[in-house]
């Protein structure tokens, strides 16, 4: 059974930096397209960021390129976010997911769903507030 544990983020002010993480059991990450996606009531579910299989492409949205980045580390099957510069519009409960397609096909094409990965992390909650 796959199972991926979160551990980081919290509450910061605008401007500071967060490090999400997330590990695996179960299922080697590097075996797979991996993404971070993030959740907040007014837009739903939205992609963040993602790295492929091969960890030669990586993903970000335009609201977050320049100021987020993925990686993961393979011997210690994780995946990590590193989040510089947060804005206020940062704020939601941030998931790691295996998605069932190559990103290629998704990232940038549509919005994601549920039905969408394979397995999701428990969620983490990011606020960014002054």
């Known amino acids: 059974e796959v199972q991926l544990v979160q551990s980081g983020g919290g509450l910061v002010k605008p401007g500071e930096s967060l490090r999400l993480s997330c590990a695996a059991s179960?299922?080697?990450?590097?075996?797979?397209?991996v993404a971070w996606v993030r959740q907040t009531p007014g837009k739903g579910l939205e992609w963040v960021s993602g790295i492929n299989v091969g960890g030669r492409d990586t993903y970000y949205a335009d609201a977050v390129k320049g100021r987020f980045t993925i990686s993961r580390d393979n011997a210690k099957n994780t995946l990590e976010l590193q989040m510089n510069d947060l804005k206020t519009e940062d704020t939601a409960v941030y998931y790691c997911?295996?998605?069932?397609?190559?990103?290629?096909?998704?990232?940038?094409?549509?919005?994601?769903?549920?039905?969408?990965?394979?397995?999701w992390g428990q969620g983490t909650q990011v606020t960014v507030s002054s």
């Open positions: 997911a295996i998605p069932r397609q190559s990103l290629i096909f998704t990232f940038h094409h549509r919005q994601p769903k549920r039905d969408d990965f394979n397995a």
């Open positions: 179960g299922f080697p990450l590097v075996s797979a397209d």
